[in-house]
C-alpha cells in the first residue's frame, strides 16, 4: 500500500493435485463430541506424548518401487510415503533404539489402506505381543492409544482394503522414554529481553512505552520487534503509542482485568499525516478510559485490534482526516461510535458497538452487534447477522503467578464477543507445555521441539530457518510475540502444516528469502480430504511479505490444501515500496491458492501480486471481507496479459467449483509504471447458481489503469481520474 489519491471524508468436492495413484483421506467422525465440547469449559492440558518414532530405523515385509521406501513412513514428510506390495500380509517395524513406553500409535494411510491389521509391541524383535487390533480399519488418519513398553513397534497388515499393497504416510509411535530417552529441550522460561512484563508498580511506565515508540514509530522496514504484556490491574495516565512491530496486551483473563485510564494510539504524524502505511502492530485484551472520550486507532494492514474494550469512541483515521486505508476489529467492545472517516475499507467480526458513522468503499461487518443494516454502496455497508465459524486467537494471560496460553473454543454463527456475557469458552495450556523460541533457534531445534510434543511460543525477534518447520501434531499452537518474523534460507518453504485437526497458527510474519521458495506456508497436504469440521486449523494474525525489507522471492505465499481451515486476518503482500521492489526483483505471481473444502476467510487483504491474487479450487468456499489492490509496478499491458484476457483477476474462482460466496469485496488498480493498463474484471467467477458475490467494487485510482467490469462481464467500467468506484450489489 502507498500513499491513494485523498479521499473524500463522508458524513457522518474439490479439485485435488493427486499423484499418479489418486490420493484421498478418510477421517473419524468427531463433529458430535466437536460441538459438544465447544459448549462446556475444557479441562486442563495433559502432558502431551513425545513423539519417540521420527527418524529411527525401519524395515518393512516389501517395498512397492523404489521411491516408496519403509524410511519415508517415519521422516515426518507427509508428501512421502512407505508402500507394499499388493498382497497379504505384510508388516512395518519400527526400532525406537531403547525400550520405551508406548502410549500412542498414528497411522497416516495413504488410499491404499489395512481393512484388518495388528498393532504389536516387542523387546527383542522376535517375539511379539498384541497392543491393538482390528478388522475394520476406517483408513485416512488413525490415532490409537495403546499402552506397553517395547523397543520394536510393528504395523501388522492382515487384509487389504484395496486392490493396492499397504501404503502409510506416517507411521507415528508417542509415548515416553523407558530408558531415560526422554525430551531433550525445556518447555517454558523467561520471554527474553524483548517482551516487557509490566505491572502497577513498574516505575516509569510510560517512558519505556516511549522509549519503543521512538525506535519504531518510522521503522517501517527495521529489524526491532517488542512486546509489551500488562498484569492485571489499573493504570493511571497511559499514553500507548504503538508503533511498527510492536504488540501491547493486557495478561488478564478478560479485557477488563487490565484497564488504563488513557489511550492505546496509532497516529501518522511519521507519515505527514499519511495513515496507509501503519503496518505490523497489534492491541489485544485490554480496557481503555479515553482522556478525551475517544481513542485514536488510525491503522492500515495487518494491524489487529483483539479483545479490545473501549469505554468511549474509537476514530479509525488520523489527526487531520488525511489518509487511511484498510483495518480489522474482531473479539471487541466500543461503548461508544466509530468513526472510520477517511478509512477506505474496514472489517469487524464478532463485536459490539455503540454505532458506526460512515465509510468511503467498503465497511464490512459481520456478528457485529450496533452494526448498521446493509446498504451497500451508499452508504457502502455490508452486514452479516452472524459469522459462519470463527474461534478467536490464542493470548497469554496470567493464572497467579503463571503464565498460560488460553485457547478459545470454536463459535458457530457467532455474535457479540466472546467474553462480555461470561467467561470465554475454551482451554488453558500451561506454559511449560511451550518451547519458548528465542533469536537464534534454528529450524532443527524447532522440529526438535514439535516432535517432542511442545508448542511454539515466538518470542520477538526475526528467525531465519534453512529447513521446512513441520506442523504435523493435532491441536499444535504456533504463537507469536511481537510480529516474530520467519525468514525461509535457501528457497525451502517456512512452514508446513500436516492435513491434522485443530491446529492455531497466529501472531507471526513470513517474509521471503532472495532465493524463491515454491510456497511459504502449506496447510494440508496436496489431495488433503480429512473433515476437520469439529477442530478446523486457524490462522490468525499471520502475514506474509515479499520485498520491502529487501529481496525476496516467492511463487505462491499461502496454499491452503486442508479442509475446514478458517482464514482469519491475513495480509498478503508483495511489496510495492521499500527494498528490493521490482516487478522481477520481488516476483510473485500468486497470493494465496486455497485447495480445500469448507474453508473460510474473514479478513482477506491480499495485494499487488505478478498474477492472481486469489485463487479458488475448493467447495464451498466463504470469504467475508476482501481487500486488494493490483500490482503498481507492471510495465505494460503485455505483462499481465493472462491470454485473451486483460489482466489477471484479484481474485479468481476456479471453473470447476460448483458452490462459492462471498461478501464486501474490493480491488483496485494503481498502475502508475504504464497507466494505460486495462483489467477486464477485477473479480472471475464460473455462471452457476451456487456460486454467488455480493456488495463487489472495482476502483481506479486517480486514473492510474482502468476496469473494463466488476466481475466477469458485469459491472460498469471505472473512468477517468475521480477514483469513483464501480459498484455490483449481487451476482449474478
Not at 531433550?184 to 519503543?212: C, E, F, M, N, R
Not at 486455497?594 to 470469504?623: I, S
Request: hydrophobic share 35%; with cysteine; aromatic share 10%.
Amino acid at each position: 500500500m502507498s500513499p491513494h489519491a485523498k479521499d473524500t471524508v463522508l458524513p457522518p468436492g474439490r479439485r485435488h493435485f493427486a499423484p499418479a495413484r489418486p490420493v484421498t483421506v478418510g477421517a473419524l467422525v468427531t463433529a458430535l463430541v466437536g460441538a459438544l465440547l465447544v459448549l462446556l469449559p475444557a479441562p486442563a492440558a495433559q502432558a502431551a506424548p513425545v513423539l519417540l518414532s521420527q527418524g529411527k530405523p525401519v524395515t518393512a515385509s516389501s517395498q512397492e518401487n523404489y521411491g516408496t521406501p519403509a524410511a519415508d513412513a517415519v521422516d515426518g514428510d507427509l508428501t512421502t510415503r512407505w508402500s507394499s506390495a499388493g498382497s497379504d500380509p505384510q508388516w512395518i517395524r519400527i526400532d525406537l533404539g531403547a525400550p520405551a513406553a508406548v502410549s500412542q500409535v498414528v497411522l497416516r494411510w495413504e488410499t491404499a489402506y489395512a481393512k484388518a491389521y495388528r498393532i504389536e509391541l516387542s523387546a527383542d524383535g522376535t517375539n511379539w505381543s498384541t497392543a491393538y487390533s482390528t478388522t475394520t480399519g476406517a483408513g485416512g488418519t488413525e490415532t490409537l492409544d495403546v499402552s506397553g513398553t517395547a523397543r520394536y513397534v510393528r504395523m501388522y497388515g492382515v487384509s487389504r482394503a484395496t486392490q493396492y499393497g499397504y501404503s502409510l504416510w506416517e507411521f507415528q509411535v508417542y509415548g515416553g522414554s523407558g530408558d531415560g530417552g526422554g525430551p531433550t529441550l525445556p518447555g517454558g522460561g523467561d520471554l527474553g529481553p524483548y517482551v516487557h512484563i509490566i505491572d502497577p508498580s513498574t516505575p516509569d511506565i510510560q517512558g519505556k512505552l516511549d522509549a519503543v515508540f521512538k525506535q519504531q514509530e518510522s521503522a517501517q522496514f527495521g529489524t526491532g520487534r517488542q512486546a509489551f504484556l500488562f498484569k492485571p490491574g489499573t493504570y493511571d495516565g497511559i499514553n500507548a503509542q504503538i508503533g511498527f512491530y510492536t504488540q501491547i496486551a493486557g495478561l488478564g483473563l478478560r479485557p477488563d482485568d487490565t484497564t488504563f485510564n488513557g489511550d492505546v494510539t496509532v497516529d501518522a504524524g511519521w507519515a505527514g499525516g499519511n495513515a496507509t502505511q501503519n503496518f505490523w502492530r497489534s492491541a489485544e485484551n485490554l480496557a481503555l478510559r479515553p482522556v478525551s472520550g475517544t481513542d485514536r486507532w488510525a491503522v492500515a494492514q495487518a494491524s489487529s485490534f483483539r479483545r479490545m474494550h473501549v469505554e468511549g469512541g474509537l476514530n479509525l483515521a488520523p489527526a487531520g482526516y488525511g489518509w487511511a486505508s484498510g483495518g480489522y476489529i474482531a473479539d471487541s467492545k466500543v461503548d461508544g461510535t466509530v468513526g472510520p472517516y477517511s478509512q477506505q475499507q474496514w472489517y469487524t467480526r464478532d463485536s459490539s458497538v455503540g454505532g458506526w458513522t460512515n465509510g468511503v468503499w467498503n465497511m464490512t461487518f459481520s456478528g457485529v452487534e450496533g452494526a448498521p443494516a446493509t446498504s451497500f454502496p451508499t452508504p457502502p455497508y455490508t452486514t452479516l447477522d452472524t459469522t459462519p465459524v470463527s474461534r478467536e486467537k490464542p493470548f497469554l494471560y496470567l493464572d497467579g503467578s503463571e503464565l498460560k496460553v488460553f485457547a478459545p473454543a470454536k463459535r458457530t454463527n457467532a455474535r457479540g464477543t466472546t467474553w462480555a456475557n461470561g467467561a470465554t469458552q475454551g482451554q488453558s495450556i500451561p506454559l511449560s507445555k511451550f518451547y519458548v523460541v528465542k533469536p537464534g533457534a534454528t529450524a532443527a531445534t524447532l522440529n526438535a521441539a514439535l516432535a517432542q510434543g511442545l508448542n511454539l511460543l515466538f518470542t520477538p525477534g526475526i528467525y531465519h530457518v534453512d529447513q521446512t518447520i513441520q506442523v504435523n501434531r493435532p491441536d499444535t499452537i504456533v504463537l507469536g510475540l511481537g510480529l516474530a518474523t520467519i525468514v525461509p534460507d535457501n528457497g525451502v518453504t517456512a512452514m508446513k502444516v500436516a492435513d491434522v485437526d485443530g491446529v492455531r497458527l497466529a501472531g507471526f510474519l513470513v517474509d521471503a528469502g532472495p532465493v524463491n521458495s515454491p510456497t511459504l506456508l502449506e496447510i494440508g497436504t496436496s489431495g488433503a480430504g480429512a473433515d476437520h469440521s469439529a477442530d478446523p486449523t486457524t490462522l490468525q494474525d499471520v502475514y506474509f511479505r515479499i520485498g520491502g525489507a529487501g529481496p525476496g522471492r516467492a511463487t505462491t505465499s499461502l496454499v491452503v490444501n486442508s479442509d475446514d481451515t478458517i482464514i482469519d486476518h491475513t495480509w498478503v503482500w508483495r511489496a510495492d515500496h521499500g527494498d528490493g521492489v521490482g516487478w522481477e526483483t520481488n516476483r510473485a505471481d500468486y497470493g494465496v491458492r486455497v485447495n480445500g473444502d469448507d474453508v473460510l476467510a474473514t479478513g482477506l487483504f491480499v495485494e499487488h501480486f505478478n498474477k492472481y491474487d486469489v485463487e479458488w479450487h475448493g467447495e464451498r468456499g466463504r470469504t467475508v471481507f476482501f481487500q486488494n489492490e493490483k500490482a503498481y509496478d507492471a510495465p505494460d499491458q503485455a505483462a499481465v496479459q493472462n491470454g485473451t484476457t486483460k489482466g489477471y483477476a484479484a481474485y479468481k474462482v476456479d471453473d470447476s467449483v460448483t458452490t462459492h460466496e462471498a461478501w464486501g469485496l474490493g480491488s483496485y488498480c494503481n498502475y502508475t509504471a504504464d497507466p494505460s493498463i486495462r483489467q477486464d474484471h477485477g473479480f472471475e467467477a464460473p455462471v452457476k447458481p451456487g456460486v454467488k458475490f455480493h456488495d463487489v467494487l472495482v476502483v481506479s485510482l486517480g486514473g492510474n489503469g482502468q476496469y473494463e467490469h466488476v466481475i466477469n462481464d458485469t459491472g460498469g467500467p471505472t473512468s477517468g481520474t475521480s477514483t469513483v468506484p464501480s459498484n455490483v450489489v449481487s451476482y449474478p
